[in-house]
């Protein structure tokens, strides 16, 4: 699939990896939200029995599982203790583990952009202060990095100082960013720059929108008339709908998720602010509930603080434990 025309040194993709890694554990597991250490402190005797997963099925859903998801859980690991299968602290462990990969490894896809169709339109959404605007920045650097061109379209035209974000950064990394005065329609601004896009032959546009209107009602007619006003040039497009979402807001980001799903039905995740949160069990809820590729996740600032979503890597910040770190 995604051919990138120049790739970065793979070691030194490794090591930003490994120092991502590191940062997610540490950010993460911050507070309450380490589990192992639960899970032991759970079954001091080593027996595991109806008490312990109770007590667990608290753990779960105060590290923003949500209900129903760690009712699923729990229900499973139920079945196994109903089998003989849970015979010491180990095996509950292990079959925790499997189970939030279970709910985690489907929705692991990374976003990939094809050779084709050009411009390929990625339409970032969500509600104000989500970090959609940072998230483009950070975007764009991985995709000039692997060799891409980018284009920026500064569809939140409800905000001034949301056009000059963008253009501060388009000019500071020489990338070309389509605005128009604020207040103009959005629909309109991202239309004229898909159009630039194709004259220049540009690979990837990054369409940035509001988070914030009047009513939510309004924002979601807003992005939907977008959606359809670029489908106009290019049927296929946006050919990504990224909703960006807030950790931090634990379970109302499930919310917002589904709400913006049904309006619009997104086609990947990125979710920023997780060092804002000691309760990384968000994503679990909403990978459970929407089943939506997560593409990114967020600990930070920088841009390096940004990274693909990995399953593995993710259950295993969730649960280790303290001393890891
Ligand atoms: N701690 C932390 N802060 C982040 C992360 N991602 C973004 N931010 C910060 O969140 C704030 C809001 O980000 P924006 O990108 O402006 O959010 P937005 O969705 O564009 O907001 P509106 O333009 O108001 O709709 C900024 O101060 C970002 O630096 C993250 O992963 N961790
Ligand atoms: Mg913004």
């Given at each position: 699939?995604?051919?990138?025309?120049?790739?970065?040194?793979?070691?030194?993709?490794?090591s930003?990896?490994d120092?991502f890694?590191?940062?997610l554990?540490?950010?993460?597991?911050?507070?309450?939200?380490w589990?192992?250490?639960?899970l032991?402190?759970l079954a001091?005797?080593?027996k595991?029995?109806?008490?312990v997963l109770?007590?667990?099925?608290?753990q779960?859903?105060?590290?923003?599982?949500?209900?129903?998801?760690?009712?699923?859980?729990i229900?499973?690991?139920?079945r196994?203790l109903?089998r003989k299968?849970?015979?010491?602290i180990?095996a509950?462990?292990?079959?925790?583990?499997?189970?939030?990969?279970?709910?985690?490894?489907?929705?692991e896809q990374?976003?990939?952009?094809?050779d084709?169709?050009?411009?390929?339109v990625?339409l970032?959404?969500?509600?104000n202060g989500a970090?959609?605007?940072?998230?483009?920045?950070?975007?764009?650097?991985?995709?000039?990095?692997?060799?891409?061109?980018v284009?920026?379209?500064?569809?939140?035209?409800?905000?001034?100082?949301a056009v000059?974000?963008?253009?501060?950064?388009?000019?500071?990394n020489?990338?070309p960013?389509i605005?128009?005065?604020s207040g103009?329609?959005?629909?309109a601004?991202?239309?004229?720059?898909?159009?630039?896009?194709?004259?220049?032959g540009?690979?990837?546009?990054l369409a940035?929108?509001?988070?914030?209107?009047?009513t939510q009602?309004?924002?979601?007619?807003e992005?939907?008339?977008?959606?359809r006003?670029?489908?106009?040039?290019?049927?296929?497009?946006?050919?990504?709908?990224?909703?960006?979402?807030d950790?931090?807001?634990?379970?109302?980001?499930?919310?917002?998720?589904e709400?913006?799903?049904?309006?619009l039905?997104?086609?990947g995740?990125?979710?920023t602010?997780?060092?804002?949160?000691?309760?990384?069990g968000?994503?679990?809820?909403?990978?459970?509930r929407?089943?939506?590729?997560?593409?990114?996740i967020?600990?930070?600032?920088?841009a390096?603080?940004?990274?693909?979503?990995?399953?593995?890597?993710?259950?295993?910040?969730?649960?280790?434990g303290?001393?890891?770190?």
């Amino acid at each position: 699939m995604a051919m990138f025309k120049k790739k970065k040194n793979p070691q030194e993709d490794q090591s930003s990896r490994d120092g991502f890694i590191k940062r997610l554990r540490s950010r993460l597991n911050r507070g309450d939200s380490w589990l192992t250490y639960d899970l032991t402190k759970l079954a001091p005797g080593g027996k595991i029995d109806e008490d312990v997963l109770e007590q667990l099925e608290t753990q779960l859903v105060s590290a923003d599982i949500g209900v129903d998801t760690t009712e699923r859980i729990i229900n499973g690991l139920q079945r196994r203790l109903d089998r003989k299968e849970l015979k010491d602290i180990e095996a509950l462990g292990a079959s925790l583990r499997g189970a939030l990969l279970d709910i985690l490894k489907p929705v692991e896809q990374p976003l990939e952009i094809p050779d084709a169709p050009r411009p390929y339109v990625i339409l970032m959404v969500g509600i104000n202060g989500a970090g959609k605007t940072t998230t483009i920045g950070k975007l764009a650097r991985r995709f000039l990095d692997d060799g891409l061109t980018v284009m920026l379209a500064a569809g939140d035209t409800f905000r001034a100082a949301a056009v000059e974000q963008l253009q501060v950064w388009g000019e500071r990394n020489n990338v070309p960013v389509i605005a128009q005065k604020s207040g103009a329609d959005p629909a309109a601004v991202i239309f004229d720059a898909c159009e630039a896009a194709r004259a220049r032959g540009i690979d990837v546009l990054l369409a940035d929108t509001a988070g914030r209107l009047q009513t939510q009602q309004g924002l979601m007619d807003e992005l939907a008339k977008i959606k359809r006003v670029i489908g106009k040039l290019d049927p296929g497009a946006p050919h990504e709908i990224m909703l960006v979402l807030d950790a931090s807001l634990g379970q109302n980001a499930l919310v917002q998720a589904e709400k913006f799903h049904a309006s619009l039905g997104i086609t990947g995740i990125t979710i920023t602010k997780l060092d804002g949160t000691a309760k990384g069990g968000i994503l679990l809820s909403i990978a459970d509930r929407l089943k939506v590729p997560v593409r990114f996740i967020g600990v930070g600032e920088a841009a390096e603080d940004m990274q693909p979503f990995n399953a593995e890597e993710y259950v295993a910040a969730l649960l280790a434990g303290r001393q890891d770190n």
